[in-house]
């Protein structure tokens, strides 16, 4: 356990003697501080425990710390409806008309979310009712009710748009007052279903499965999920104790419902289905317009995954899943080689945590894993393998029935799952890299195919696709798939479904392009035949196969040495990509300005804003034929950096989206065109491979 996070979670719990002991044997009030800044007093505001607060100022807490968001810890108790701590802080020296960085200041929360007393306590404490923040307004245009007609009897005033102010941007709507679950404290409520089917009409007690009656703000429970009352010592006075996995929290009676277990939630499913892919996502009010289907599967899918491709045994990992997840991520992609091997335990533990819980059930969440590459750990079981190509001392491939059996049974254990959704042959074309020629790869391809169909037949996966290169990426990487040979392959009724392969700002042909056999450079072996050829997602799409888009973020151009990465946060990646800051600053600004996202109902910053990657994502998600991006997103601001913009707004317009991908991979370009001149913007030349190394790997 990390130092000071026993006080962390004392104070969150409200547990006053445990925290006394803890303070006593060593640890500190600020020893411990979460992903997005929080400290035990900001989590003690958060959850309303106005005794633990005045505890850890007395204990010399630092009251002016800020949370990533800019947020005080006024704002925190606005949130957590903490009206007695307000004066203790005020008198701490945390000024009450301090706004966070969007200048939301805390009685505009404390209006917004209907706590009174909050209200009474800040306006008591010098607190400008009039102050105004852009998409909120003032505290009285946010307010109703006992709220509104307290703060007009302070003079507040409704702000020029008064009524009529927009929601707040996207990414403040899922930032303020939110932890752990990552659920959007300023959606609209819904309250918990009270039909007979999901709730039973009388008193909880021990043994029940309970849910809220309708959205608090603190608190464990969130909308949706299934707690159990695990102890109640029969009088009205004492809350009941329930649990949520391996926490609890405590609750007054009124506060919840007996629940009915869902069908959903005690389902004996081992693989996702249409019914409960779809009831997450209008769960997780993700239908924008309408549900985004997984090709033909049946399935639908959020418009991101979360790609595990670098997903290690370590919390922040697990909470970036878990919070993903808990967003509206339903869609998990693996390897046995990511990470060797510790990818698909980590994805396994941390479902298996959440439909413990009941946050997710099964037939929710839709896994995919892969066959193909050999590396790692892997390497101990390849002797005796037929078709095992090798392509250098540390690295095999293979797809052989032999082989594909025994790593789905590996991969199965590691998830702990009884199936996984798709099985995906990973890159079989790299076996060309050992020296097959593509005659005898699709032939191994045929085979994989027709050992996939016993393995559906087996209920070990409910489907397959293939993950690969179906277009020439440079000359040094020359083979590629062609999807019409692929087909060709398949055996009658079968149950091939899915296509993965990179889409990015660099690597954009595969949308425009005529999907044909092309060289090593690119061109058409039939340039007549190109001139009319579906590109591969027009040919997916008649084939009824759906499409996932990796390596979103990570651009290959052509003969370029390096990666170009396409986001603007400063985090240890930035040093592998090509691009520099303003570069990324620019693209940000064009795709801004292109898809008009400063304006509703999107509502981001306008220009370069830190937020390129966010803004990638969303334009990549919206373009036609594109059923799901894949995004590794290893921490949880990276998912508060991406995932809520595509959730809680409506996809571009397709056409736009087109016309953005078009127009930012022109800038790359010609970027790339006047590197090669001495006179160039100040790209870095050694971007490009000398002209004589360009095809010799290919021929």
Not at 264 to 270: L, M
Not at 390 to 397: G, R, T, V
Not at 653 to 666: D, F, G, M, Q
Request: glycine residues 8%.
């Amino acid at each position: 356990m990390e130092k000071g996070y026993d006080v962390y979670e004392y104070s969150r719990k409200g547990d006053l003697e445990s925290l006394r002991e803890a303070l006593k044997e060593g640890s500190k009030p600020d020893d411990y501080m979460a992903y997005d800044g929080s400290t035990a007093l900001v989590m003690a505001a958060r959850s309303g425990h106005s005794h633990i607060i005045k505890e850890l100022l007395a204990r010399g807490a630092d009251a002016q710390v800020r949370t990533d968001d800019g947020s005080t810890l006024l704002h925190h108790a606005a949130s957590g409806n903490c009206a007695e701590a307000i004066p203790a802080l005020i008198a701490a020296g945390v000024d009450p008309n301090e706004g966070n960085e969007d200048c939301v200041v805390p009685l505009i929360l404390a209006a917004h979310y209907g706590h009174l007393e909050c209200v009474r306590a800040l306006c008591d404490n010098g607190a400008n009712v009039n102050l105004a923040a852009e998409g909120w307004g003032t505290a009285l245009d946010g307010a109703e009710g006992e709220v509104a007609g307290y703060l007009e009897s302070r003079g507040a005033k409704r702000s020029e748009r008064g009524a009529d102010q927009p929601l707040a941007a996207a990414h403040e709507r899922f930032s303020y007052g939110c932890f752990e679950t990552g659920e959007n404290p300023h959606a609209t409520p819904v309250l918990a279903p009270t039909s007979q089917a999901t709730s039973v009409d009388r008193k909880p007690q021990v043994g029940d499965h309970v849910q809220l009656r309708v959205p608090k703000p603190s608190g464990l429970l969130k909308v949706g999920d299934i707690g159990l009352v695990v102890a109640d010592d029969g009088s009205d006075c004492v809350p009941l104790k329930v649990s949520l996995g391996e926490r609890y929290d405590y609750y007054e009676y009124s506060d919840l419902m007996v629940s009915a277990v869902s069908a959903s939630s005690n389902s004996s499913s081992s693989s996702a289905t249409p019914e409960g892919t779809k009831s997450f996502l209008v769960r997780k009010k993700l239908v924008q317009g309408n549900l985004r289907a997984l090709g033909e599967t049946g399935l639908f899918i959020s418009p991101v995954g979360f790609g595990c491709h670098r997903l290690e045994d370590t919390e922040s990992h697990k909470g970036a899943l878990e919070l993903a997840i808990s967003l509206g991520c339903n869609f998990v992609d693996l390897a046995p080689n990511y990470t060797d091997g510790e990818a698909e335990k980590v994805a396994g533990e941390v479902l298996q945590k959440m439909m413990q819980q009941r946050k997710v059930a099964r037939e929710e969440i839709i896994v995919a894993t892969k066959v193909g590459n050999v590396l790692g750990q892997q390497m101990k079981f390849v002797q005796g393998v037929p078709d095992m190509a090798k392509i250098n001392e540390s690295l095999y491939h293979c797809i052989s029935p032999a082989w594909i059996q025994q790593e789905l049974t590996r991969s199965l254990e590691r998830l702990q799952l009884k199936s996984v959704d798709c099985l995906l042959l990973h890159c079989p074309e790299y076996q060309s890299k050992a020296g097959m020629d593509m005659t005898e790869i699709y032939s191994r391809i045929r085979d994989a195919f027709e050992h996939l169909e016993k393995e559906v037949a087996k209920g070990r996966i409910a489907m397959y696709g293939l993950s690969a290169a179906f277009m020439p990426l440079r000359p040094t990487d020359a083979q590629h798939l062609d999807l019409s040979m692929v087909m060709k392959q398949l055996p009658k009724n079968h149950h091939f479904r899915i296509l993965q392969f990179p889409l990015n700002f660099a690597e954009a042909d595969a949308m425009w392009v005529g999907h044909v056999p092309r060289k090593a450079d690119g061109s058409a072996v039939d340039s007549k035949s190109a001139v009319e050829a579906p590109t591969l997602f027009e040919a997916a799409r008649n084939y009824g196969l759906a499409t996932l888009i990796n390596r979103p973020l990570d651009g290959i151009y052509k003969e370029s040495h390096g990666v170009l990465r396409f986001s603007s946060l400063d985090c240890d990646v930035r040093s592998f990509s090509e691009l520099q800051l303003d570069n990324c600053d620019a693209i940000e600004e064009k795709i801004t300005n292109l898809c008009q996202l400063s304006s509703p109902p999107f509502n981001t910053d306008d220009g370069a804003s830190g937020h390129l990657a966010g803004k990638t994502v969303k334009v990549l998600a919206s373009l036609p034929g594109v059923d799901c991006v894949l995004l590794g997103m290893r921490q949880p601001q990276y998912v508060l950096g991406t995932v809520p913009l595509l959730f809680a707004t409506p996809p571009v317009h397709s056409e736009v989206a087109l016309k953005t991908l078009r127009a930012i991979n022109n800038t790359v370009c010609m970027w790339f065109a006047t590197a090669i001149h001495e006179a160039d913007h100040g790209t870095s030349k050694h971007w490009r491979l000398p002209v004589n190394e360009k095809y010799s790997a290919a021929h």
